[in-house]
């Protein structure tokens, strides 16, 4: 009996060691992810996937679409009831875009979510490479779960956004490293 919680301790002790490093790395890697608008450089593509989430972002990845940095924008993540001219009340002051190259995607409520029902957009539009656009912290895992899901046949390139003043919160990274965790853990199984 006394052998066999030893060995519980031991292995209780090696799984959370696993998770630390595992926390440890997922940390290194948001503090490592560029912040591209202001620095560049200015990745060219295809398509643009920009996710929602956080205030900012339709904004910069509808500029990105303005500057011809891109041929067509999805949306990803907007919200179901939401109308065209409430995403991009601008529109207006920007001569240059047509409305018929945004495309917005409404299914989707988790990043695996927006990576799949991106997917059928970039398919039908026939984009070779995209590039996916997100605040700085939610990069990483935003990254790796479009690599996942996507054929390599897309190229994706990244440019990060400046996070939204709730991501700068020690909760904000709190929560980005808990999801990071949850999907490398979901991805092992």
């Not at 959370?16 to 490093?21: E, I, T, V, W």
């Not at 002051?93 to 991106?118: C, H, M, W």
């Not at 390599?152 to 909760?171: C, D, G, R």
Request: glycine share 6%.
């Amino acid at each position: 009996m006394r052998f066999k919680i030893k060995w519980i301790w031991v292995i209780l002790g090696l799984l959370f060691s696993l998770g630390m490093y595992s926390v440890i790395v997922i940390v290194q890697d948001i503090q490592n992810e560029p912040n591209q608008v202001w620095l560049g450089p200015w990745p060219e593509a295809d398509c643009g996937v920009v996710l929602t989430g956080a205030p900012g972002r339709i904004r910069d990845g509808f500029e990105y679409l303005a500057q011809k940095k891109i041929k067509k924008l999805i949306v990803s993540g907007v919200y179901k009831e939401a109308q065209f001219n409430e995403l991009f009340p601008y529109l207006p002051f920007y001569p240059e875009v047509n409305p018929k190259d945004i495309y917005l995607e409404k299914r989707s409520e988790t990043t695996f979510g927006n990576a799949q029902q991106s997917l059928t957009f970039v398919e039908a539009l026939n984009c070779s490479d995209i590039v996916l656009m997100t605040s700085q912290i939610h990069m990483p895992r935003s990254y790796k779960v479009f690599r996942t899901a996507f054929p390599q046949t897309i190229l994706i390139k990244k440019l990060s956004l400046p996070n939204a003043k709730n991501e700068k919160t020690v909760w904000g990274l709190t929560l980005e490293v808990f999801k990071s965790f949850f999907y490398l853990v979901f991805s092992l199984v």
